[in-house]
T-cell receptor
Framework: SQTIHQWPATLVQPVGSPLSLECTVE??????LYWYRQAAGRGLQLLFY??????ISSEVPQNLSASRPQDRQFILSSKKLLLSDSGFYLC????????????FGPGTRLTVL | AQKITQTQPGMFVQEKEAVTLDCTYD???????LFWYKQPSSGEMIFLIY??????QNATEGRYSLNFQKARKSANLVISASQLGDSAMYFC??????????????FGKGTHLIIQP
């Protein structure tokens, strides 16, 4: 069966510090991968997605970047965090397109102070 | 551009009663898909049910059913015989085609459902 992991689960970082959040998927090959952010009390906003190794598309301009060094690994990064980067970050995967639902990881709660 | 509207920020329902969570959508696409996700306090997003725009019958999954009214652009989630464990945030979402062949999801702002004993 497929599983998706995210770490760390929670993170408190000072403004201006770097960030690296990791997401890995098991049990599937060549998944589509996604990074979403959820601000407090809000819905999810798609940040990045990837259809293959090294292929990253950004949906909103921001202080963050993403990379996919391996087929089932998706990394969210920042060189210098801003207060507005605080939120709940969710990684998701799907296979193919159309009717397939997206499966979400457990999320990382990031607080920037 | 797509838009999902959930007009109920919060709902209180007695245990064992049926619940209807509202969702309306706006899209210019002829073919689209609608999803409902549940987010308990732990934060994980749990897929509940899917409805394709060309599906002739309303989707059902156990206690969950989707009241799909295409002409009104609504896709309400119905939970029958609610349980205490149903207390959570519920999000309606629409499939959003992306460049390169992937599909993202456009989410509504969610409804916070609280089931009371």
């Amino acid at each position: 069966s497929q599983t998706i992991h995210q770490w760390p689960a929670t993170l408190v970082q000072p403004v201006g510090s770097p960030l690296s959040l990791e997401c890995t998927v098991e049990g599937t090959s060549n998944p589509n991968l996604y990074w979403y952010r959820q601000a407090a009390g809000r819905g999810l906003q798609l940040l990045f997605y990837s259809v293959g190794i090294g292929q990253i598309s950004s949906e909103v301009p921001q202080n963050l970047s993403a990379s996919r060094p391996q087929d089932r690994q998706f990394i969210l990064s920042s060189k210098k965090l801003l207060l507005s980067d605080s939120g709940f970050y969710l990684c998701a995967w799907s296979v193919g397109t159309g009717d397939d639902e997206q499966f979400f990881g457990p999320g990382t709660r990031l607080t920037v102070l | 551009a797509q838009k999902i509207t959930q007009t109920q920020p919060g709902m209180f329902v007695q245990e064992k009663e049926a619940v209807t969570l509202d969702c309306t959508y706006d899209t210019s696409d002829q073919s689209y898909g609608l999803f409902w996700y549940k987010q308990p306090s732990s934060g994980e997003m749990i897929f509940l049910i899917y409805q394709g725009s060309y599906d002739e019958q309303n989707a059902t999954e156990g206690r969950y059913s989707l009241n799909f009214q295409k002409a009104r652009k609504s896709a309400n989630l119905v939970i029958s015989a609610s349980q205490l464990g149903d207390s959570a945030m519920y999000f309606c979402a629409m499939r959003a085609p992306l460049r390169g062949g992937a599909d993202g999801l456009t989410f509504g702002k969610g409804t916070h459902l609280i089931i009371q004993p």
